[in-house]
Protein backbone atom coordinates (compact mmCIF):
# COMPACT_ATOMS: atom_id res chain seq x y z
CA UNK A 1 0.00 0.00 0.00
CA UNK A 2 1.26 3.18 -0.89
CA UNK A 3 0.69 4.52 2.82
CA UNK A 4 4.38 2.73 4.01
CA UNK A 5 6.05 4.68 1.43
CA UNK A 6 4.83 7.97 1.84
CA UNK A 7 4.14 8.62 5.47
CA UNK A 8 7.72 9.92 6.07
CA UNK A 9 7.29 12.76 3.40
CA UNK A 10 3.50 13.22 4.37
CA UNK A 11 4.67 13.83 7.89
CA UNK A 12 7.41 16.03 6.70
CA UNK A 13 5.48 18.54 4.92
CA UNK A 14 2.10 18.30 6.04
CA UNK A 15 2.64 17.34 10.14
CA UNK A 16 5.61 19.52 9.67
CA UNK A 17 7.22 16.96 12.14
CA UNK A 18 11.44 16.80 12.30
CA UNK A 19 12.83 14.31 9.81
CA UNK A 20 13.82 12.04 13.35
CA UNK A 21 9.77 12.40 13.99
CA UNK A 22 9.07 11.72 10.74
CA UNK A 23 11.36 8.64 10.42
CA UNK A 24 10.08 7.37 13.36
CA UNK A 25 6.06 7.70 12.42
CA UNK A 26 7.04 5.21 9.53
CA UNK A 27 9.08 3.15 11.32
CA UNK A 28 5.71 2.97 13.54
CA UNK A 29 3.84 1.89 10.69
CA UNK A 30 5.88 -1.03 9.65
CA UNK A 31 6.59 -2.16 13.35
CA UNK A 32 2.58 -1.95 13.02
CA UNK A 33 2.11 -4.35 10.01
CA UNK A 34 4.80 -6.54 11.91
CA UNK A 35 2.96 -6.71 15.46
CA UNK A 36 -0.48 -6.86 13.43
CA UNK A 37 0.48 -9.78 11.18
CA UNK A 38 2.28 -11.40 14.44
CA UNK A 39 -0.64 -11.11 16.84
CA UNK A 40 -3.49 -11.08 14.86
CA UNK A 41 -2.60 -13.77 13.11
CA UNK A 42 -4.19 -16.02 16.06
CA UNK A 43 -7.13 -13.89 16.90
CA UNK A 44 -8.35 -14.24 12.94
CA UNK A 45 -7.55 -17.85 13.18
CA UNK A 46 -9.96 -18.31 16.26
CA UNK A 47 -12.69 -16.21 14.92
CA UNK A 48 -12.21 -16.61 11.14
CA UNK A 49 -10.93 -14.59 8.52
CA UNK A 50 -14.33 -13.16 6.84
CA UNK A 51 -15.11 -11.39 10.36
CA UNK A 52 -12.02 -10.41 11.76
CA UNK A 53 -10.76 -9.20 8.32
CA UNK A 54 -13.95 -6.94 7.96
CA UNK A 55 -13.38 -5.44 11.87
CA UNK A 56 -9.82 -4.94 10.54
CA UNK A 57 -10.89 -2.74 7.66
CA UNK A 58 -13.76 -1.05 9.75
CA UNK A 59 -10.96 -0.22 11.69
CA UNK A 60 -9.16 1.36 9.51
CA UNK A 61 -10.51 3.17 7.92
CA UNK A 62 -11.55 4.94 11.23
CA UNK A 63 -7.80 5.16 11.92
CA UNK A 64 -7.00 6.58 8.33
CA UNK A 65 -9.58 9.21 9.06
CA UNK A 66 -8.15 10.36 12.38
CA UNK A 67 -4.99 10.38 10.63
CA UNK A 68 -5.97 12.74 7.82
CA UNK A 69 -7.94 14.67 9.70
CA UNK A 70 -6.84 15.93 12.82
CA UNK A 71 -3.82 17.59 11.78
CA UNK A 72 -1.51 16.71 14.65
CA UNK A 73 1.58 14.70 14.22
CA UNK A 74 1.20 12.47 17.83
CA UNK A 75 -1.82 11.64 16.74
CA UNK A 76 -1.26 10.89 13.17
CA UNK A 77 2.07 9.26 14.52
CA UNK A 78 0.16 6.44 16.60
CA UNK A 79 -3.32 6.56 14.37
CA UNK A 80 -0.42 5.42 11.57
CA UNK A 81 1.25 2.58 13.81
CA UNK A 82 -2.48 1.42 14.57
CA UNK A 83 -2.93 1.68 10.70
CA UNK A 84 0.00 -1.07 10.52
CA UNK A 85 -1.20 -3.46 13.14
CA UNK A 86 -4.63 -3.36 11.60
CA UNK A 87 -3.58 -3.59 7.78
CA UNK A 88 -0.96 -6.40 8.81
CA UNK A 89 -3.44 -9.18 8.70
CA UNK A 90 -4.85 -8.56 5.39
CA UNK A 91 -2.66 -9.89 3.29
CA UNK A 92 -2.79 -13.11 4.82
CA UNK A 93 -6.05 -13.41 5.50
CA UNK A 94 -6.77 -12.73 2.28
CA UNK A 95 -4.70 -16.09 0.98
CA UNK A 96 -6.45 -18.04 3.63
CA UNK A 97 -9.43 -16.96 2.23
CA UNK A 98 -8.70 -17.85 -1.29
CA UNK A 99 -7.01 -21.00 -0.25
CA UNK A 100 -10.08 -21.82 1.35
CA UNK A 101 -12.63 -20.27 -1.65
CA UNK A 102 -10.32 -22.15 -4.32
CA UNK A 103 -9.80 -26.02 -5.41
CA UNK A 104 -7.24 -27.60 -3.93
CA UNK A 105 -5.76 -28.84 -7.99
CA UNK A 106 -5.41 -24.81 -8.46
CA UNK A 107 -4.11 -23.54 -5.00
CA UNK A 108 -0.83 -23.41 -6.21
CA UNK A 109 -1.04 -21.24 -9.54
CA UNK A 110 -3.80 -19.16 -8.34
CA UNK A 111 -1.95 -18.00 -5.02
CA UNK A 112 1.17 -17.44 -6.86
CA UNK A 113 -0.96 -15.17 -9.13
CA UNK A 114 -2.81 -13.14 -6.77
CA UNK A 115 0.85 -12.75 -4.68
CA UNK A 116 2.59 -11.41 -8.05
CA UNK A 117 -0.59 -8.99 -8.70
CA UNK A 118 -0.67 -8.21 -4.80
CA UNK A 119 3.08 -7.20 -5.54
CA UNK A 120 2.61 -5.19 -8.86
CA UNK A 121 -0.04 -3.60 -6.84
CA UNK A 122 2.41 -2.57 -4.31
CA UNK A 123 4.76 -1.10 -6.62
CA UNK A 124 2.05 0.63 -9.11
CA UNK A 125 0.03 2.35 -6.38
CA UNK A 126 2.96 4.29 -4.81
CA UNK A 127 4.37 5.15 -8.25
CA UNK A 128 0.61 6.75 -9.07
CA UNK A 129 0.51 8.37 -5.90
CA UNK A 130 3.85 9.92 -5.94
CA UNK A 131 2.66 11.01 -9.73
CA UNK A 132 -0.48 12.50 -8.13
CA UNK A 133 1.49 14.14 -5.04
CA UNK A 134 4.06 15.70 -7.36
CA UNK A 135 0.93 17.61 -9.09
CA UNK A 136 -1.08 18.21 -6.38
CA UNK A 137 0.92 18.25 -3.50
CA UNK A 138 1.39 15.38 -0.60
CA UNK A 139 -2.23 16.54 1.34
CA UNK A 140 -3.55 13.80 -1.84
CA UNK A 141 -2.44 11.00 0.16
CA UNK A 142 -4.81 10.96 3.08
CA UNK A 143 -8.02 10.71 0.49
CA UNK A 144 -6.21 8.14 -1.81
CA UNK A 145 -5.55 5.72 1.22
CA UNK A 146 -9.18 5.92 2.36
CA UNK A 147 -10.11 4.81 -1.26
CA UNK A 148 -8.22 2.52 -1.58
CA UNK A 149 -9.09 1.09 1.80
CA UNK A 150 -12.91 1.38 0.97
CA UNK A 151 -12.11 -0.29 -1.97
CA UNK A 152 -10.92 -3.45 -0.06
CA UNK A 153 -13.76 -3.40 1.77
CA UNK A 154 -16.09 -3.72 -0.72
CA UNK A 155 -13.87 -5.94 -2.19
CA UNK A 156 -13.37 -8.25 0.84
CA UNK A 157 -17.35 -8.04 1.47
CA UNK A 158 -18.05 -9.07 -2.00
CA UNK A 159 -16.48 -12.86 -1.21
CA UNK A 160 -18.99 -15.66 -0.53
CA UNK A 161 -19.46 -16.75 2.42
CA UNK A 162 -17.40 -20.21 3.49
CA UNK A 163 -19.64 -22.91 5.38
CA UNK A 164 -18.19 -24.02 8.44
CA UNK A 165 -16.56 -27.26 8.46
CA UNK A 166 -18.17 -29.75 11.03
Known amino acids: MGLGGWVVTFMLRVRKASPYDAGISGTGFWAGMAAGRASLGFVT ?16 IALQLIFWLVPQFIV ?12 GPMFPGGVMMAAKLLPKH ?16 GTVFPFA ?5 AKRGVNVLQPIILALIAVVAMIWL ?9
Do not use: Q
Request: hydrophobic share 55%; with cysteine.
Open 45 to 60: ERYGERLCVSIYLAIC
Open 76 to 87: SAIAVAFLGFFL
Open 106 to 121: IHVSALGFAMALGGTG
Open 129 to 133: IGAIA
Open 158 to 166: SFPRIRKRE
